[in-house]
């Protein structure tokens, strides 16, 4: 069974950093591309990044470009997230999807998210 369990999340104020983690489980974690999608409150799913399976290969939203790092490591079959910069409008949840592929996003397996919130 998949298993992908998101950490990392809080309240941090404007400007600020915060780097979230993802757990993987129940799968061959370095076959699969990986991604970030999140939610802000009252609006709809925005993908934010994917990185391909081996993690040479990354992809941003415009959104985020410059300020998020996406990256994995295959060993301890983890995928993070560095945020930096933080502003109020990055406050969402943010959801670990696992791809079908080695790359792109195909999402097939969602955690079930962590609650970033910025503000001051």
């Known amino acids: 069974e998949v298993q992908l369990v998101e950490s990392g999340g809080g309240l941090v104020q404007p400007g600020g950093s915060l780097r979230l983690s993802c757990a993987a489980s129940g799968f061959a974690f370095s076959s699969y591309a990986m991604s970030w999608v999140r939610q802000a409150p009252g609006k709809g799913l925005e993908w934010v990044s994917v990185i391909n399976d081996g993690g040479s290969i990354s992809t941003y939203a415009d959104s985020v470009k410059g300020r998020f790092t996406i990256s994995r490591d295959n060993a301890k079959n983890t995928l993070y997230l560095q945020m930096s910069s933080l502003k109020s409008e990055d406050t969402a949840v943010y959801y670990c999807?696992?791809?079908?592929?080695?790359?792109?996003?195909?999402?097939?397996?969602w955690g079930r998210g962590t609650q970033v919130t910025v503000s001051s």
């Open positions: 999807t696992k791809s079908s592929y080695g790359t792109g996003w195909s999402p097939d397996s």
